[in-house]
């Protein structure tokens, strides 16, 4: 039965994990400033990131996004898969949404996510079929933004 393993929060970024039996789905949203300064998608320059400065770098991308966050399924690191990074702008932002999916050999009973970025590391674990934030409060209904 699916369930949402809740939404992880950090500066310029929120993952969102759908779990089901034995495998995830999930859609990470980053701000390309973040990205920018790691990868310099800014080709031209001029201060702003654009699809067309960095669509050729799909692989770059999702290389250093997938360097960066950490899915643990029952005490055990999980690879995780990107099946599609789209472009998108929030509160006048550039960002990209990378929706990720991975699978577990086994029935997954606890997910934790550790999502490592500039501004530190924060990590979380969750018992599949509750919600949690990383104070271990319910965090109510959720959607990534």
Known sequence: M???AGVQKVPESSLTLQVEESGFQGEWQVSLRGLDSALQLDANRDGEVRWPEIEHRRADIEAYLGAHVQIVV???PTRVGFKQLVYGMRKQ???ILARLTGEAGDRINTIGRQLLVAAGSMYSQSPVG???NAAGRDPGPQTAR
């Open 93 to 95: 932002e550039p960002f």
């Open 130 to 132: 509750g919600r949690r």
């Open 74 to 76: 029952n005490g055990t």
């Open 2 to 4: 699916p369930c949402e």
